[in-house]
Every structure is written in structure tokens, then in C-alpha cells.
T-cell receptor
Framework: ETGVTQTPRHLVMGMTNKKSLKCEQH?????MYWYKQSAKKPLELMFV???????ENNSVPSRFSPECPNSSHLFLHLHTLQPEDSALYLC????????????????FGPGTRLTVL | AQKVTQAQTEISVVEKEDVTLDCVYE???????LFWYKQPPSGELVFLIR??????QNEISGRYSWNFQKSTSSFNFTITASQVVDSAVYFC???????????FGTGTRLKVLA
């Protein structure tokens, strides 16, 4: 595997289900990101992890719970979602740095298309 | 405040035409980074270019070229001799130094007709 992979690619879930999205990067990066892309809306940054520490939570509802066990893996745990949470969820990674200098190039995975019924 | 504006929502061109996608940004920082990404129907955002605020040289990569003008806060993207495979949504993004956050524009959908 190369680059950034995401599983599953498609997910349909009911409002009472619990599911998880998985992201894995094979680029040796230290920063990972979750984005939400809804129809007719700009890409929304949800969470940022740098060296496994969460550095950004963009006022995301608690029904979305991220987990970053190591620099290569990022999960998004989903529970009691709403239909308006249906969207494309994109994971990205970048080099990252301890100093948090920013300006990194982010590399994206193919996304998980989530439908909440 | 940071902002990225892609005023063109959708552009349609006929194959082999040249097309320019506009991007205007706002930031108060003197050090910042600009990016272009391509999102084909498959969904993945494909990185095209990164430019820092101190490098105003135009860049050409094959049929792609970028025109960065700080005086007008613009970072426009031109595709020469467009092809059907260029059909996608193109996003411009801004990142200030000291943050990993990108501010994305709303994207421009490009349709290249055979």
C-alpha cells in the first residue's frame, strides 16, 4: 500500500449504530487530519493530530470521536449520528513537526462515503 | 481573517481549449502557503502545487501553470490544451505559517467536453 488509505470506502448506517472509519498513511508522516465534505459546502476540518496529540478540534459534535494510536493510524468512531452527518469523510497526512511550523503539504486518502439513514 | 475565494463555481470548455481557474485569498500574515488540489469523481484530493508567499515565480508543469501575484492576492491556475481527464473539481487552499489548518475555497468544477 502506498500513500493514504481509508476503509471502508462506503458505509451506510442507522442512527443508532456504532461504526468506525479507519485511515492509514504509508508516507512516514507525523500529522493526520479528518475532514468532512458535504454537498455544496467547503471542506471542513474536523480534527488534527500532530505526533499523536490532538491539536485541533473544530467544534465537532461529540458523536464523532477520533483516535490516533500512532502516527500511521487514525480512526473516527461514530455513534448516534444524524442524517445531516451524511458526507464524504476525508483523511489526510502531512510531515508535521514538533515546533508546529505549519505550511505542510497534506496528502489525502480516497475518502469514506457515509450515509446515515 | 483568512479567506479563499473561488468565484467560478463551474466552467465548461471543449477539449483542447485553455482554461484558467481563479483563486483570490485574504490573509494578514506575511508568511503563508498556497495550494491547489484536484478532486476527480473518485473523491480523492490530489495535490498539484504548493507555493510559499516569498516565491512569486510562475510555475509550469506540463500543461499546468500557476500565476501567483501578491499585488492582487491571486494564485490562478491555467490548464493548456485541456483534456477530458482534466474534468474534476479544483480547490485552492491557504495555510498560514504556525498552523496546520488549511482554508479551502469552495472549489471550481471543470467540465471538459470531448
Amino acid at each position: 500500500e502506498t500513500g493514504v488509505t481509508q476503509t471502508p470506502r462506503h458505509l451506510v448506517m442507522g442512527m443508532t449504530n456504532k461504526k468506525s472509519l479507519k485511515c492509514e498513511q504509508h508516507l512516514g508522516h507525523n500529522a493526520m487530519y479528518w475532514y468532512k465534505q458535504s454537498a455544496k459546502k467547503p471542506l471542513e476540518l474536523m480534527f488534527v493530530y500532530n505526533f499523536k496529540e490532538q491539536t485541533e478540534n473544530n467544534s465537532v459534535p461529540s458523536r464523532f470521536s477520533p483516535e490516533c494510536p500512532n502516527s500511521s493510524h487514525l480512526f473516527l468512531h461514530l455513534h448516534t449520528l444524524q442524517p445531516e452527518d451524511s458526507a464524504l469523510y476525508l483523511c489526510a497526512s502531512s510531515q508535521g513537526s514538533m515546533g508546529g511550523q505549519g505550511g505542510d503539504t497534506q496528502y489525502f486518502g480516497p475518502g469514506t462515503r457515509l450515509t446515515v439513514l | 481573517a483568512q479567506k479563499v475565494t473561488q468565484a467560478q463555481t463551474e466552467i465548461s470548455v471543449v477539449e483542447k481549449e485553455d482554461v484558467t481557474l481563479d483563486c483570490v485569498y485574504e490573509t494578514r500574515d506575511t508568511t503563508y502557503y498556497l495550494f491547489w488540489y484536484k478532486q476527480p469523481p473518485s473523491g480523492e484530493l490530489v495535490f498539484l502545487i504548493r507555493r510559499n508567499s516569498f516565491d512569486e515565480q510562475n510555475e509550469i508543469s506540463g500543461r499546468y501553470s500557476w500565476n501567483f501575484q501578491k499585488s492582487t492576492s491571486s494564485f490562478n491556475f491555467t490548464i493548456t490544451a485541456s483534456q477530458v481527464v482534466d474534468s474534476a473539481v479544483y480547490f485552492c487552499a491557504l495555510s498560514d505559517s504556525g498552523t496546520y489548518k488549511y482554508i479551502f475555497g469552495t472549489g471550481t468544477r471543470l467540465k471538459v467536453l470531448a
